[in-house]
């Protein structure tokens, strides 16, 4: 069963009470309760569609022993972000999963104040005894997509239009061109920053800033559809993020980057449901199945098909990381000489690989 709220917090008006409670824990006659905090609009594809996905797994799974809820489009500026989650809190929610970067301090000074209720942020750091972690290794999937695009771009200059410089979009951008220069030496990609993670008119802007400046193949780290349809419309090659956008882009999106949520929202739910939830990070890629390759376009050869998912069983199998070898930054550092890179480093990640251009 599921409630579905749009946030009104920007007009001034107050958020619908999602249910009075005794305290936070139900009665055996009450369902469970869960909500997710979305920092773009749900529509088709993108970030927080998959988030979506994984909260209708939960509704799927759990049937009427689940009340999940959600808000949509809640700027990670300002007072929003906390007052949506303290309300959801307030309220009589169990679990709540806040799901952007910008989310995560509001959501420690809410956790902080309401020590019964559990939290759980995507892509932040901070933790506490009833606030969890969880996030993703894009850069698993990026690395592939690099090699893709390195193949397959005829003039090897590569377009990235990328939201904010963290940590997450920074590993995305570097293991996209080291992917490409496994394949072709002389790839190099161009940046171009939206300062936000959702606005279709930025995005399709720095698509075509790119597109001048001689991009034969875009991708990007934001949340709309906007730069596979604007590849579509130019006739430029894309690649999406997130999700599987080829129905935007059908004849130049050659394979995307996504992300599943299903199993861990299902296993979170249950876990805080039977007692065993404890706070911890998580990171999976494509070993845990959280990152997953969209099908490929027609267009895409077999050889290259072939050399891709070699690589990314490879990784799955723990013989390959993307992050590994020599890296040299764009100011001719080298970060790393030989073996594999840390964790540590890869999430603190703040350079450019030699051959990225563009400003941190």
């Given at each position: 069963?599921?409630?579905?709220?749009?946030?009104?917090?920007?007009?001034?008006?107050?958020?619908?009470?999602?249910?009075?409670?005794?305290?936070?824990?139900?009665?055996?006659?009450?369902?469970?309760?869960?909500?997710?905090?979305?920092?773009?609009?749900?529509?088709?594809?993108?970030?927080?569609?998959?988030?979506?996905?994984?909260?209708?797994?939960?509704?799927?799974?759990?049937?009427?022993?689940?009340?999940?809820?959600?808000?949509?489009?809640?700027?990670?500026?300002?007072?929003?972000?906390?007052?949506?989650?303290?309300?959801?809190?307030?309220?009589?929610?169990?679990?709540?999963?806040?799901?952007?970067?910008?989310?995560?301090?509001?959501?420690?000074?809410?956790?902080?104040?309401?020590?019964?209720?559990?939290?759980?942020?995507?892509?932040?750091?901070?933790?506490?005894?009833?606030?969890?972690?969880?996030?993703?290794?894009?850069?698993?999937?990026?690395?592939?997509?690099?090699?893709?695009?390195?193949?397959?771009?005829?003039?090897?200059?590569?377009?990235?239009?990328?939201?904010?410089?963290?940590?997450?979009?920074?590993?995305?951008?570097?293991?996209?061109?080291?992917?490409?220069?496994?394949?072709?030496?002389?790839?190099?990609?161009?940046?171009?920053?939206?300062?936000?993670?959702?606005?279709?008119?930025?995005?399709?802007?720095?698509?075509?800033?790119?597109?001048?400046?001689?991009?034969?193949?875009?991708?990007?780290?934001?949340?709309?559809?906007?730069?596979?349809?604007?590849?579509?419309?130019?006739?430029?090659?894309?690649?999406?993020?997130?999700?599987?956008?080829?129905?935007?882009?059908?004849?130049?999106?050659?394979?995307?980057?996504?992300?599943?949520?299903?199993?861990?929202?299902?296993?979170?739910?249950?876990?805080?449901?039977?007692?065993?939830?404890?706070?911890?990070?998580?990171?999976?890629?494509?070993?845990?199945?959280?990152?997953?390759?969209?099908?490929?376009?027609?267009?895409?050869?077999?050889?290259?098909?072939?050399?891709?998912?070699?690589?990314?069983?490879?990784?799955?199998?723990?013989?390959?990381?993307?992050?590994?070898?020599?890296?040299?930054?764009?100011?001719g550092k080298t970060q790393l000489a030989g073996g594999k890179m840390a964790d540590k480093d890869i999430l603190g990640m703040k350079f450019f690989?030699?051959?990225?251009?563009?400003?941190?």
């Open positions: 069963m599921q409630t579905t709220r749009r946030s009104l917090l920007r007009a001034g008006l107050a958020l619908p009470a999602i249910g009075a409670f005794a305290g936070t824990r139900a009665s055996a006659a009450e369902p469970f309760k869960a909500a997710w905090v979305y920092v773009a609009p749900i529509g088709d594809a993108g970030w927080t569609y998959q988030h979506e996905l994984g909260r209708r797994a939960v509704d799927a799974a759990y049937g009427d022993k689940v009340k999940t809820s959600f808000v949509e489009n809640i700027s990670e500026e300002g007072s929003d972000a906390e007052r949506v989650i303290r309300k959801l809190a307030t309220d009589g929610t169990q679990l709540i999963f806040t799901t952007s970067f910008g989310y995560m301090n509001p959501t420690l000074k809410v956790a902080q104040s309401m020590p019964k209720v559990k939290f759980e942020h995507a892509t932040g750091y901070k933790r506490a005894e009833n606030l969890a972690t969880y996030s993703a290794r894009f850069y698993e999937g990026r690395y592939l997509a690099g090699i893709v695009a390195g193949r397959m771009s005829k003039s090897g200059v590569l377009g990235y239009v990328a939201a904010f410089p963290i940590p997450e979009v920074l590993q995305g951008i570097n293991a996209f061109l080291l992917g490409a220069l496994s394949v072709n030496p002389k790839a190099v990609v161009k940046v171009v920053w939206t300062s936000s993670w959702y606005d279709p008119g930025k995005e399709r802007a720095a698509a075509d800033t790119l597109a001048g400046q001689g991009a034969d193949l875009l991708t990007n780290h934001t949340d709309s559809t906007a730069v596979v349809q604007a590849g579509e419309e130019k006739g430029i090659q894309t690649m999406s993020y997130n999700s599987d956008m080829s129905k935007f882009g059908p004849k130049t999106c050659l394979t995307g980057v996504t992300m599943h949520w299903d199993q861990y929202y299902i296993n979170e739910v249950k876990a805080a449901m039977d007692g065993s939830w404890k706070s911890k990070d998580t990171w999976g890629g494509i070993k845990e199945d959280m990152i997953r390759l969209a099908p490929f376009n027609a267009a895409v050869p077999g050889a290259v098909r072939d050399e891709v998912m070699a690589k990314l069983n490879a990784i799955a199998a723990g013989t390959f990381a993307p992050f590994s070898g020599t890296i040299i930054d764009q100011d690989v030699k051959g990225v251009q563009g400003k941190i």
